[in-house]
């Protein structure tokens, strides 16, 4: 009997060890997820920020915005590649110039968007221009596939390295360049924030997003405004775009269409129109799409980030963050 209950004991040791060492891995794979979702959310929000802002300066979605984080990958690696030719390989120096070239290259093709596919569709149906930045849209993945190439681009690994919490077998961890991505996206969306909230231009784009005529007769340059709302949502993609190429290192022609879409969801599910709501909407899509991917399966990711979406809007139509639109009559 002492024998049998010394091996009842031991077995139970056995299977309370193996419990705890799957609660362990389990905690860690939740960790890791949650480092990666929140890596991912942060993209999310960065590119989101273009689509609300255009939306709430002029009313319209600005779908070529995807296709300009996509070019800001391009121009990334283009950069590096450059200075590389050029016997420039310090870390911190080509991650500045590559943002510094890529934010104003990038700048330009916003406001060239603008000129070219809003300003002369301002004063038409609100159909016309969603149907130019569609043709934008194409026109610029059509573009990038023919002078780049149609295969798969890569850079090398510029930052590596990482910092690992839990023991030297069940850890999870979180790398420098991912660091560095939520750092720059949460800076980023911090200086944005500050300039729509604090300076004189923030006050005008204000001013513009609530009542164009009145701004107007005010005195308030109103295309210089909605150009410059160009310019900012596209900087936010060029520093995602920089960020995501960095961390990835590979892209195609065609990454700016699926990200696109993810990043105006983001800008729906945290309120449409709300600098905070679009990287709150890109956390929580960013984090749920990984958790879902690492807990339950990758297949369905998609499936479970839109059906989140459609729960919040049917009992939040305005988004998490958005405010309800008012009739002006």
């Not at 600098?275 to 749920?288: D, R, V, Y």
């Amino acid at each position: 009997m002492a024998g049998h209950a010394g091996i009842l004991i031991n077995s139970k040791s056995i299977l309370l060890q193996k419990t705890f060492r799957c609660s362990t891995m389990e905690s860690h794979i939740l960790g890791q997820q949650l480092v990666n979702g929140l890596a991912l959310g942060s993209i999310y929000g960065l590119i989101a920020v273009g689509y609300t802002m255009v939306y709430g300066i002029i009313g319209m979605i600005n779908f070529a915005h995807g296709d300009i984080y996509m070019v800001a990958a391009y121009i990334t690696a283009i950069c590096i590649a450059v200075l590389s030719f050029f016997g420039i390989n310090t870390v911190a120096i080509v991650l500045l110039i590559t943002l510094a070239v890529t934010i104003f290259i990038i700048a330009l093709y916003g406001w060239s968007i603008e000129r070219v596919a809003y300003k002369p569709l301002r004063n038409s149906t609100r159909l016309a221009p969603l149907i130019s930045a569609i043709g934008v849209s194409l026109i610029l993945q059509n573009y990038v596939q023919v002078s780049q190439g149609a295969r798969t681009q890569a850079v090398p690994t510029m930052i590596q390295g990482a910092f690992r919490f839990g023991s030297e077998t069940d850890f999870f961890q979180i790398t420098y360049i991912q660091t560095l991505l939520v750092v720059v996206s949460f800076l980023s969306m911090g200086i944005l924030t500050w300039i729509i909230q604090k300076t004189s231009l923030g006050r005008q784009c204000r001013a513009v997003q609530q009542d164009r005529k009145m701004a107007s007769l005010l005195g308030i340059n109103t295309d210089r405004i909605i150009s410059t709302v160009f310019i900012m949502g596209s900087s936010m993609a060029a520093v995602a775009g920089v960020l995501v190429t960095l961390n990835y290192g590979s892209f195609d022609f065609y990454i700016g269409f699926v990200t696109g879409i993810k990043a105006f969801t983001a800008a729906v599910l945290g309120g449409i129109g709300s600098l905070p709501g679009a990287m709150l909407g890109g956390i929580i899509l960013g984090m749920s799409e990984s958790l879902f991917s690492g807990l339950v399966n990758t297949d369905y990711k998609d499936v479970f980030a839109f059906s989140l979406l459609v729960l919040v809007l049917i009992f939040r139509p305005s988004g998490l963050l958005g405010k309800p639109a008012v009739e002006k009559v």
